[in-house]
Nanobody
Protein backbone atom coordinates (compact mmCIF):
# COMPACT_ATOMS: atom_id res chain seq x y z
CA UNK A 1 0.00 0.00 0.00
CA UNK A 2 1.46 3.34 -1.05
CA UNK A 3 1.53 6.20 1.41
CA UNK A 4 2.42 9.82 0.71
CA UNK A 5 2.87 11.92 3.84
CA UNK A 6 3.62 15.63 3.99
CA UNK A 7 5.10 17.53 6.92
CA UNK A 8 6.54 20.91 7.77
CA UNK A 9 3.57 23.23 7.43
CA UNK A 10 2.79 25.92 9.94
CA UNK A 11 2.33 29.61 10.62
CA UNK A 12 4.92 32.04 9.32
CA UNK A 13 5.12 35.81 8.89
CA UNK A 14 5.38 37.43 5.48
CA UNK A 15 8.95 37.30 4.27
CA UNK A 16 9.66 34.19 6.30
CA UNK A 17 10.66 30.69 5.23
CA UNK A 18 9.39 27.15 5.62
CA UNK A 19 10.60 23.79 4.38
CA UNK A 20 8.05 21.15 3.51
CA UNK A 21 8.93 17.48 3.34
CA UNK A 22 7.14 14.59 1.71
CA UNK A 23 7.80 10.88 2.07
CA UNK A 24 6.43 8.35 -0.40
CA UNK A 25 6.56 4.71 0.61
CA UNK A 26 5.13 1.29 -0.06
CA UNK A 27 4.32 -0.72 -3.14
CA UNK A 28 7.93 -1.43 -3.95
CA UNK A 29 7.95 1.44 -6.43
CA UNK A 30 10.61 3.81 -7.57
CA UNK A 31 8.59 6.94 -8.04
CA UNK A 32 9.07 8.97 -11.18
CA UNK A 33 7.80 12.56 -11.17
CA UNK A 34 7.07 14.03 -7.74
CA UNK A 35 5.53 17.36 -7.06
CA UNK A 36 3.87 19.91 -4.86
CA UNK A 37 0.46 21.44 -5.42
CA UNK A 38 -1.56 23.81 -3.27
CA UNK A 39 -5.15 24.74 -2.70
CA UNK A 40 -6.14 28.04 -1.14
CA UNK A 41 -9.58 28.55 0.42
CA UNK A 42 -12.22 28.89 -2.27
CA UNK A 43 -9.78 28.14 -5.07
CA UNK A 44 -8.86 25.16 -7.19
CA UNK A 45 -5.76 23.10 -6.59
CA UNK A 46 -2.79 24.46 -8.55
CA UNK A 47 0.69 23.36 -9.46
CA UNK A 48 3.53 24.71 -7.34
CA UNK A 49 6.53 22.70 -8.52
CA UNK A 50 7.47 19.32 -9.93
CA UNK A 51 10.70 17.38 -10.20
CA UNK A 52 11.59 14.36 -12.31
CA UNK A 53 13.63 11.45 -11.07
CA UNK A 54 16.54 12.90 -13.01
CA UNK A 55 16.22 16.24 -11.25
CA UNK A 56 14.54 18.39 -13.90
CA UNK A 57 12.27 20.95 -12.27
CA UNK A 58 9.23 23.00 -13.20
CA UNK A 59 7.75 25.88 -11.22
CA UNK A 60 4.63 27.96 -11.26
CA UNK A 61 5.42 31.53 -12.25
CA UNK A 62 4.11 32.78 -8.91
CA UNK A 63 6.82 30.94 -6.96
CA UNK A 64 9.83 31.14 -9.29
CA UNK A 65 12.83 32.57 -7.53
CA UNK A 66 11.31 31.99 -4.09
CA UNK A 67 10.63 28.25 -3.88
CA UNK A 68 13.01 25.38 -4.55
CA UNK A 69 12.02 21.75 -5.03
CA UNK A 70 14.48 18.94 -4.45
CA UNK A 71 14.38 15.19 -3.87
CA UNK A 72 16.27 12.27 -2.43
CA UNK A 73 15.65 9.33 -4.75
CA UNK A 74 17.22 6.80 -2.39
CA UNK A 75 14.60 7.58 0.23
CA UNK A 76 11.67 8.65 -1.99
CA UNK A 77 11.66 12.06 -0.33
CA UNK A 78 10.79 15.39 -1.91
CA UNK A 79 11.26 18.80 -0.34
CA UNK A 80 9.94 22.28 -0.96
CA UNK A 81 12.03 25.13 0.39
CA UNK A 82 9.84 28.23 0.52
CA UNK A 83 11.49 31.62 1.01
CA UNK A 84 10.12 35.14 1.05
CA UNK A 85 6.65 33.85 1.74
CA UNK A 86 3.71 36.04 0.86
CA UNK A 87 0.17 36.25 2.18
CA UNK A 88 -1.07 34.68 -1.05
CA UNK A 89 1.03 31.57 -0.42
CA UNK A 90 -1.42 30.57 2.31
CA UNK A 91 -2.88 27.21 1.31
CA UNK A 92 -2.94 23.52 1.97
CA UNK A 93 0.09 22.05 0.24
CA UNK A 94 -0.21 18.59 -1.27
CA UNK A 95 2.54 16.26 -2.39
CA UNK A 96 2.16 13.70 -5.13
CA UNK A 97 4.23 10.85 -6.48
CA UNK A 98 3.77 9.38 -9.93
CA UNK A 99 4.57 5.86 -11.07
CA UNK A 100 5.04 5.90 -14.83
CA UNK A 101 4.82 2.13 -15.33
CA UNK A 102 1.32 1.97 -13.87
CA UNK A 103 0.36 5.55 -14.76
CA UNK A 104 -0.88 6.07 -11.23
CA UNK A 105 -0.39 9.21 -9.18
CA UNK A 106 -0.54 9.00 -5.41
CA UNK A 107 -1.49 11.99 -3.24
CA UNK A 108 -0.91 12.93 0.33
CA UNK A 109 -3.50 14.50 2.60
CA UNK A 110 -1.80 17.88 2.69
CA UNK A 111 -0.13 20.20 5.15
CA UNK A 112 -1.38 23.68 5.95
CA UNK A 113 0.82 26.71 5.39
CA UNK A 114 -0.47 29.97 6.80
CA UNK A 115 1.32 33.23 6.05
CA UNK A 116 0.09 35.95 8.34
CA UNK A 117 1.37 38.91 10.29
Amino acid sequence: QVQVVESGGGLVQPGGSLRLSCAASGGGFSFDDMGWYRQAPGKERELVATITRGGSTNYADSVKGRFTISRDNSKNLVYLQMNNLKLEDTAVYFCNAHVQSSRVTYWGKGTLVTVSS
